[in-house]
C-alpha cells in the first residue's frame, strides 16, 4: 500500500516537472554574452560584454544618443581586463580589471576605464551606471563608417581594440 501509494506521487511529481518544462523552450537571449581576447604586445587583453543586435533599428543618434554616457554594451558593464600596463591612445592604463564606457559622438569618441566592475550597466532611469568619482583613464578615438555589423563586436588586434556595431567601427590605439 505505501509502495503504490508513494510511486503514484512520484508518477505526478514527474508528470508535473516534465509538463511545466515542455512547451517552454528558452529563446536565445537578445544580447548574448561575448568575449574578445588577444594579445597586444606582453599584455594579454580580454574583453567581456554583451552583444545586442541592430534588428533593423537606428543604433548610432538614436537607440545609443550622441553625447551621453553608453555602457559599451547591453546587459552588465562591458569590461576589459590586461595583466600588463598598457598605453592607450598614449595614456597609461595599470594592469587590472575595469568596465568600459563611451560617450558616442558623430566623429570621436570618449573612452572610459572605471575600477567599478560587475555592475549592472544602466539604472532604472536609463543612464550609464558608472561612477565618475571611479574613473581612471578616459582617452578620445576618432570613429569611422564600416561595413555593416548585425552585432555588437570587439575585437583585440596586434595595435588596436575595436568596437564595430551597425555602420561604425571605433578603432581604440593600443600599446
Known amino acids: 500500500m505505501k509502495r503504490t501509494l508513494f510511486l503514484k506521487a512520484l508518477s505526478f511529481f514527474i508528470a508535473a516537472v516534465f509538463f511545466s518544462f515542455s512547451g517552454h523552450a528558452q529563446d536565445p537571449p537578445k544580447s548574448p554574452a561575448a568575449t574578445a581576447t588577444g594579445k597586444i604586445g606582453d599584455a594579454n587583453i580580454t574583453i567581456n560584454y554583451s552583444s ?27 569590461s576589459i581586463e590586461t595583466d600588463k600596463d598598457i598605453m592607450i591612445e598614449g595614456k597609461k592604463l595599470p594592469a587590472g580589471k575595469y ?61 588596436d581594440v575595436t568596437l564595430k556595431w551597425e555602420n561604425v567601427e571605433v578603432p581604440i590605439s593600443v600599446k
Open 52 to 78: 545586442p543586435s541592430v534588428r533593423g533599428r537606428k543604433i548610432w543618434g538614436e537607440l545609443v544618443p550622441y553625447d551621453k554616457v553608453w555602457r559599451a554594451g547591453a546587459n552588465t558593464a562591458t
Open 99 to 159: 568596465s568600459i564606457f563611451a560617450i558616442p559622438g558623430e566623429k570621436e569618441w570618449t573612452i572610459i576605464f572605471n575600477s567599478e566592475t560587475g555592475q549592472w550597466g544602466i539604472k532604472r532611469g536609463g543612464e550609464a551606471n558608472r561612477d565618475p568619482a571611479k574613473d581612471v583613464l578616459s582617452v578620445t578615438a576618432k570613429a569611422k563608417k564600416s561595413d555593416f555589423n548585425e552585432r555588437l563586436v570587439y575585437e583585440v588586434n596586434k595595435k
